[in-house]
């Protein structure tokens, strides 16, 4: 061959991606991926097309697409995928790349709120307290739970379970089926006042720091209140 | 450990007692992509067998959606599809739940994951299936306790 006929061979250098371990390279272009997506189509997305984007180094165009974000990363693509890409986090990996602030909707202030003050809702510890008890006494008014009472912070409790922040927002009625789970058990369990959070946002922001501080204040509590088991709902 | 594991273990030793005949409405289950396909791809266990279970003890008949297990459909809710505002694509991927919920002719749908739960619950009147109730695997437990 000679030397003019020679491929470029800064062409193959695919950038960041480059060293990213989710096999992506393999891609056969079979598209069992694409077909088995349902969301395939909407806004011209489909997984074999991002994986061959990611491959190719054309990591810039989806950082800004909305592609990865109307993927749930259900892995139904990755179930079928004969070369066994792992295509699910793939698309997390591209979601870690948007800048913070242009990360869509609420998922990003979510995750900062908790990082910040413990929960996704910055709701004070006095506020949370308030909710828990109230709800604990409209349930007491219901027959059969006549005695029942939330513990909170019970130092060598069994059991701690988080709470997943709908559960304190919106659907506080949602709070009552552990409850009466537990009280039927008779379970000896707790919920902490501070660090309660159950939901962990950095997952679907691609942020691994964040989870591992959630994740972290999780046994924080464990520590503090001397509990060796977890029940972590969400 | 697991919401899985918890109620077996109540429900197995005797701490807790469920009452069979309270729900009789045709009803189906949904397994969550993080509870099932998910933890089987990245963990080597998907919690598929301890949900129906469970569920068993709660109610004599229920449905299977189809396709199930490691083929199930998601229900457009999980990866925080929820909060990022992109809630035209959202619905529309909930398409395909819909269909299958539709074909076992349900009208009490249990889930055990807060997002699928939200997610149903907000798309079904899209769909014309106001009347589907979307139950939390433990709230079906709370709600057949014997006291």
Not at chain 2, 40 to 56: T, V, Y
Request: hydrophobic share 35%.
């Amino acid at each position: 061959m000679d030397s003019e006929d020679r491929m470029e061979m800064t062409q193959l250098e695919f950038g960041r991606c480059r060293s990213w371990p989710h096999s992506q390279d393999y891609c056969i272009t079979c598209g069992l991926c694409s077909s088995a997506c349902p969301v395939s189509g909407v806004d011209g997305f489909d997984p074999r097309k991002m994986i061959r984007m990611i491959s190719f180094g054309l990591d810039d165009d989806l950082v800004v697409s909305r592609w990865p974000w109307i993927c749930t990363m259900c892995g139904k693509c990755e179930h079928v995928c004969p070369m066994e890409i792992h295509i699910a986090d793939a698309v997390r990996n591209v979601r870690s790349l948007r800048p913070r602030a242009d990360v869509p909707g609420v998922l990003h202030k979510g995750l900062e709120a908790a990082l910040d003050t413990g929960n996704n809702l910055r709701l004070p510890r006095e506020d949370f307290i308030f909710i828990l008890e109230d709800v604990a006494e409209e349930l007491a008014e219901e027959e059969g739970y006549g005695d029942f009472k939330v513990p909170i912070d019970k130092k060598g409790a069994r059991l701690l379970t988080t709470i997943h922040n709908k559960l304190v927002n919106t659907h506080t009625d949602d709070l009552k089926h552990w409850w009466k789970i537990f009280h039927a058990a008779q379970e000896d369990w707790t919920v902490a006042s501070e660090n309660w959070e159950g939901t962990s946002w950095g997952y679907f922001t691609g942020d691994n720091e964040a989870m591992k501080v959630m994740a972290g204040r999780i046994i924080e509590q464990m520590e503090r209140l001397e509990i060796d088991t977890l029940l972590w709902p969400e | 450990m697991t919401v899985f594991d918890l109620l077996i273990d109540y429900i197995q030793s005797g701490r807790i007692h469920l009452d069979k005949f309270r729900f009789t409405q045709p009803t189906a289950y949904h397994d969550p992509c993080n509870y099932g396909r998910k933890a089987q791809m990245r963990f080597g266990h998907g919690f598929f067998e301890e949900p129906r279970w469970i569920l068993s003890q709660c109610m004599k008949d229920w449905r299977e959606l189809h396709p199930t297990r490691m083929d199930q459909v998601c229900c457009g809710g999980g990866g925080g599809t929820l909060t990022t505002g992109y809630n035209d694509e959202r619905i529309f991927y909930g398409r395909k739940k819909m269909d299958q919920i539709k074909g076992t002719g349900a009208r009490m749908l249990v889930v055990p994951c807060h997002s699928c739960h939200g997610q149903l619950n907000n798309i079904k009147e899209h769909y014309d299936m106001d009347a589907l109730q979307v139950k939390y695997l433990w709230e079906l437990v709370a709600d057949c306790l014997v006291l």
